[in-house]
């Protein structure tokens, strides 16, 4: 079974700072992909970012990327130029190949200040 | 097509009561996904679709619990004899194939129930 885990309940961030956001991965598989959803207050979780296990390089999307480290199994949110509406929770997941259905982690809620 | 939907946004009933949530997910969406998530946990997996099949359930899922996708398009999610236990946000979320290992998933405001 896989296991995500992210250790930083909650994170404090500047506008316009970057911050990380980190998650750890358990899996015997070797074919995985990570995924970062986004849970603003009102409760609707948004996809941001995927990583494949045999992506070479590193996924972004617009203010997104991803530091999939596989040999540390970590797959950390990277935030540029964070802007009061990133304030959320956090979520990393994965699902393992043959399998559509994502083990997500506890989550960090992030708080943006001016 | 606006996103996935889910009605009613809140329910409050009485323990022992049963509830009937809906859900409407994206139309050209083949999968449809059901997700309890408590305060401070991330979504846990209920059960998954694939056009009107049920093809897989958790242990999570007692024989209280019971979903149905009868013409493939939207879902009903049943919970009889509801306890206390079972307040929570209940997300669906549909998806779009996005690699071989695995869907970018648009989901729903969710429904929160309250069991009093």
């Known amino acids: 079974a896989q296991k995500i885990t992210q250790t930083q309940p909650g994170m404090f961030v500047q506008e316009k700072e970057a911050v990380t956001l980190d998650c750890t991965y358990d899996?015997?598989?070797?074919?995985?992909?990570l995924f970062w959803y986004k849970q603003p207050s009102s409760g609707e979780m948004i996809f941001l970012i995927y990583?494949?296990?045999?992506?070479?390089q590193n996924a972004t999307e617009g203010r997104y990327s991803l530091n999939f480290q596989k040999a540390r199994k970590s797959a950390n949110l990277v935030i540029s130029a964070s802007q009061l509406g990133d304030s959320a929770m956090y979520f990393c997941?994965?699902?393992?190949?043959?399998?559509?259905?994502?083990?997500f982690g506890r989550g960090t809620s992030l708080i943006v200040h001016p | 097509d606006t996103g996935v939907s889910q009605d009613p946004r809140h329910k409050i009933t009485k323990r022992g009561q049963n509830v009937t949530f809906r859900c409407d997910p994206i139309?050209?969406?083949?999968?449809l996904y059901w997700y309890r998530q408590t305060l401070g946990q991330g979504p846990e997996f209920l059960t998954y679709?694939?056009?009107?099949?049920?093809?897989?359930k958790s242990r999570l899922l007692s024989d209280r619990f019971s979903a149905e996708r009868p013409k493939g398009s939207f879902s009903t999610l049943e919970i009889q004899r509801t306890e206390q236990g079972d307040s929570a946000m209940y997300l669906c979320?549909?998806?779009?194939?996005?690699?071989?290992?695995?869907?970018?998933?648009?989901f729903g405001p969710g429904t929160r129930l309250t069991v009093l």
């Open positions: 979320a549909s998806s779009l194939l996005l690699a071989d290992l695995g869907d970018e998933q648009f």
């Open positions: 899996t015997s598989d070797p074919s995985y992909g």
């Open positions: 990583q494949g296990s045999y992506d070479q």
């Open positions: 997941a994965m699902t393992v190949e043959g399998s559509y259905i994502p083990t």
């Open positions: 139309s050209e969406h083949n999968r």
């Open positions: 679709f694939q056009n009107e099949a049920q093809l897989e």
